[in-house]
């Protein structure tokens, strides 16, 4: 199993600033890496996958890149709405696993 | 508009067998390249992929889960099922219904709303 680790656990940011969160895979996932958005009570949105393409209807102050092992999301300058979890899923083996989640919260 | 919605026990006691059920709305369970996953989310943790079937039939489970589980398919209800047995309080999580983009499942682009199970006697 490819365990994905998420880094930091908590990231505290300013809105309208910039926040880089990382995720790092034990082994190569090639770009077959996915980010998704989850804020308290719902279910996780889909944002980001190829690693750097957006999914339908997300902004694009959500970046994605990296390849192999290492990858990060980018969001280019905080909105209210984007304070939530964020996690990433890698989808070249089985099984599909997640990181452990990124907590964005407003500073 | 596609849309899914888990329904089933709420409560289950340990060593018996968790049931839930997705229905699937606004698209034929069996059109497209599309699978269908279960994923689960402990509180406060974490997301785990339990398991997908595709409309035609195959499966595939995570092998951490893989003795306990069992997904069906009927096309006639246009719903997906989740057997799990023998729980455990380990198991207490929030269950999703997820579609999985292509006939193998990816990335999940669509979710349902999930529902709570806790296991507890």
């Known amino acids: 199993e490819i365990v994905m680790t998420q880094s930091p656990a908590t990231l505290s940011v300013s809105p309208g600033d910039r926040a880089t969160l990382s995720c790092r895979a034990n082994q190569s996932v090639s770009s077959n890496l996915a980010w998704y958005q989850q804020k308290p009570g719902q279910a996780p949105s889909l944002l980001i996958y190829?690693?750097?393409t957006r999914a339908t209807g997300v902004p694009a102050r959500f970046s994605g890149s990296g390849s192999g092992t290492e990858f990060t999301l980018t969001i280019s300058s905080l909105q209210s709405e984007d304070f939530a979890v964020y996690y990433c899923q890698q989808y070249n083996n089985w099984p599909r696993t997640f990181g452990q989640g990124t907590k964005l919260e407003i500073k | 508009q596609l849309q899914l919605q888990e329904s089933g026990s709420g409560v289950v006691k340990p060593s018996q067998t968790l049931s839930l059920t997705c229905t699937v709305s606004g698209v034929p369970i069996s059109g497209g390249a599309s699978s269908w996953s279960w994923i689960r989310q402990p509180p406060g943790q974490g997301l785990e992929w339990i398991g997908y079937?595709?409309?035609?039939?195959?499966?595939s489970y995570n092998p951490s889960l893989q003795s306990r589980v069992t997904m069906s398919i009927d096309r006639s209800k246009n719903h997906f099922s989740l057997k799990l047995s023998s729980v455990t309080a380990a198991d207490t999580a929030v269950y999703y219904c997820a579609r999985g983009v292509s006939t193998v499942p990816k990335t999940f682009d669509v979710w349902g709303q999930g529902t709570m199970v806790t296991v507890s006697s």
């Open positions: 190829g690693a750097s």
């Open positions: 079937i595709s409309h035609s039939g195959p499966t």
